[in-house]
């Protein structure tokens, strides 16, 4: 599996982005999808997942991100609304078809006050 993020950029606290992962490759076998993130200096983190009926979210990010997913397309996106500068990061979509995980190249959020 190949994964392709974007949608990342410089915005505005309080406003709004759509990341998107795209999928190639065999699909099949995969059990959960998610979007990370990695911020200076800190540790990389989970943001959102779908794993079977199963969407955890991290709590800086509940009520205001959406992770979704298209199978036809096979992409995964990331609504991230009522950005703040502390979403600013690094952000990285996996898959996991075990007993493998990929990960996407990485897209940069940037939030200015």
């Known amino acids: 599996v190949q994964l392709q993020a974007s949608g990342g950029g410089l915005v505005q606290a309080g406003g709004s982005l759509r990341l998107s992962c795209a999928a190639s490759g065999s699909t099949s076998g995969i059990n959960a999808i998610g979007w990370y993130r990695q911020a200076p200096g800190k540790q990389r983190e989970l943001v959102a997942a779908?794993?079977?009926?199963?969407?955890p979210y991290a709590d800086s990010v509940k009520g205001r991100f959406t992770i979704s997913r298209d199978n036809a397309k096979k992409t995964v996106y990331l609504q991230m609304n009522s950005l703040k500068p502390e979403d600013t990061a690094v952000y990285y979509c996996l898959v996991s078809r075990p007993p493998y995980d990929y990960w996407g190249q990485g897209t940069l959020v940037t939030v200015s006050s």
């Open positions: 779908i794993s079977g009926s199963n969407t």
